[in-house]
């Protein structure tokens, strides 16, 4: 009975992705689903709580469940730490969003000890200081993405990298301004469950994988600058990378 | 008390992503986990299951749990793409691997009208004929990974890329000697919980995310050659992208 009520949900997904059913449609109701699945009312219930647990639906009190409305975020790897973004006074941001809302929540910039695995991407001691910025990214209002970003503090001290606001083009400009602008760059990316810790953070719902991004930027001479820790919402994101062979 | 397994599942992760704990390690057992929490039996039962279920640990009867000892798979988006690779004769698949054993499984190589999707991305009308190809990736006996290419059939129809075997250097080098070589990449990257079925043809654990990439390759003159589906076991790849301001 279980595995019916995946097997419909699993229906209703492929819908929901090849557009057949679009953001804010309504869904099948359960005695549509009972109908056309010949399967019980309680089944059918399954079938749509399980859609709205993995993030893809929305029940209304009173009115059936819909298609979640929030458009996809598209993270253009290459387009957003292009230097024609941030070398003109863009944010990185700006390249993911276009005109979307988007608000930084909970900024802290403070200097520390290096973590072990940072100190270790940024090829310096554990015990020396970095700078860190953390913050969380609300799209339209709802939270989407954490992230942290470690710079070695004998490099970034004094300016504006260790301020809340960074200035025109961000981190990425000061790093240049300072001559350790960065030209290359290297995402690791995986896929998990988040920690309750996180599932809170990202207000996310019971079913609905964390994407974690490590990036770590260079300078021309192969010195890294920055390491970015950064976690998503695997159900609105969509990552897209450029390659050549 | 939900809570309080999930908390210290998380603190057994982060000692295992921190290599505190190595792939093969045992766990802190029971006893020792209600001496160390504080909590009852059931609950220290209930941490070490959840890291069961999310593929980070496994059970050996009368023994304990332990690290899972799969190494992780580090995916190179660029270096496996690179044409020394395949254009030396080398697989795609070796440039991942290194020295690493896997086997190819489940292969079908069939002529078939191209799914709306495909056919979008190709280029190509909904009805024209595609060469797809899909078959299933084993690494060391596991599942790691379940691929479709598609391929316009007007282009390979005839070549090695219509057969089982497709010779020294695979698909990328066959695209070659018909004067399509594939130069351009793009690869979009999601994360979500797997289906039923995708559970099965990965033989996942409970709460695993599958990674799905689709890539399309393109010629220099800008035509889309192939595009290429893959689900990957979230639980074992780590994609690494490397990118230029």
Redesign the interface.
């Known amino acids: 009975m279980a595995?019916t009520a995946?097997?419909i949900a699993?229906d209703l997904?492929a819908r929901i992705d090849?557009g057949d059913l679009t953001p804010g449609a309504r869904l099948p109701g359960e005695p549509a689903l009972v109908k056309t699945y010949g399967v019980a009312k309680e089944t059918a219930r399954r079938a749509l709580t399980l859609l709205v647990t993995?993030g893809l639906a929305v029940r209304r009190r009173g009115s059936g469940t819909y298609v979640r409305e929030f458009r996809p975020i598209r993270r253009v790897?290459?387009r957003r730490?292009?230097?024609e973004g941030w070398g003109s006074g863009r944010s990185i941001w700006s390249a993911d969003l276009g005109d979307r809302e988007f608000t930084v929540a909970d900024l802290k910039v403070y200097e520390a000890e290096s973590p072990?695995?940072i100190a270790r991407l940024l090829e310096i001691e554990a015990s020396e200081p970095v700078i860190v910025r953390s913050r969380r990214f609300l799209v339209e209002g709802e939270p989407v993405q954490a992230a942290t970003s470690y710079l070695p503090a004998e490099l970034v001290r004094g300016s504006a990298i260790a301020q809340h606001d960074t200035g025109p083009g961000g981190t990425?400009a000061r790093l240049a301004d300072l001559g350790f602008?960065?030209?290359?760059?290297?995402?690791?990316?995986?896929?998990?469950?988040p920690?309750?810790?996180e599932k809170e953070l990202l207000q996310l719902s019971e079913?609905?994988?964390?994407?974690e991004i490590c990036r770590t930027a260079f300078t021309e001479e192969g010195r890294a600058v920055e390491v970015a820790q950064m976690l998503l919402d695997?159900?609105v994101?969509?990552?897209?990378?450029?390659?050549?062979?």
Chains 1, 2 share one sequence.
């Open positions: 595995e995946r097997q699993d997904r090849s993995e790897g290459n730490l292009a230097k072990r695995q990425p602008a960065p030209v290359r760059f290297t995402e690791e990316v995986r896929a998990r469950m920690t309750q810790q079913a609905t994988p964390v994407v695997g159900g994101y969509v990552m897209e990378y450029n390659l050549e062979s």
